[in-house]
């Protein structure tokens, strides 16, 4: 059995806002954009210039309460894994945001609290096992709620099309053992 890898990295951005339409960390003009270097060094550019260079390879974002709300482009998030952006970590998700972000692979933790304690730059600790989110430096940790077992699955397969695809496979492995 897989185990679904913890994450551990700084916080690049808090997205403080409840209700977050992520079309806005590329801006809404840009949606169409497919050049994903292009598309990267859009993001965030109207809160902040230059913030695509500041993030690293394992950096995580810390979101408030329903976040990814609005209508569930990819581009703003395929822009952020091509950065190097591991995850997010929010107070709440927008179901239809969590659905599609999960069938990519993209972890995302819902963890009621963060916005109290999560500030950029801070490093933040996802264990999926102990089901925790750790601010080491604070010596704090929050709990983190459960994923459900076909999206956990769906994580450690690394997106809904791998992990229906082993699903199919362990289907046709019991029934050829049956025949």
């Known amino acids: 059995m897989t185990v679904l890898p913890n994450l551990r990295g700084r916080v690049a951005w808090v997205f403080a806002d409840d209700d977050f339409d992520i079309d806005l960390i590329v801006g ?25 260079a500041t993030v690293q390879r394992g950096d995580l974002l810390v979101g408030g309460r329903n976040f990814g709300y609005g209508h569930p482009h990819y581009p703003a998030m395929r822009a952020m894994r091509h950065l190097g952006i591991a995850g997010v970590v929010a107070e709440s998700f927008s179901p239809g945001f969590f659905r599609g972000e999960i069938s990519m692979g993209f972890p995302l933790a819902t963890c009621p609290g963060i916005l109290g304690m999560a500030q950029r730059g801070d490093l933040l600790e996802v264990d999926w096992a102990a089901q925790q989110v750790r601010l080491p430096a604070q010596g704090r940790s929050l709990p983190l709620q459960p994923l459900g077992a076909a999206e956990q699955g769906t994580l450690e397969a690394g997106g809904l099309i791998p992990y229906l695809k082993a699903r199919l496979a362990r289907a046709q492995a019991r029934t050829g053992d049956m025949a």
């Open 28 to 52: 809404v003009r840009n949606i169409k954009i497919t050049d994903l270097d292009e598309l990267a060094g859009l993001v965030l550019a109207d809160q902040a210039p230059g913030f695509a």
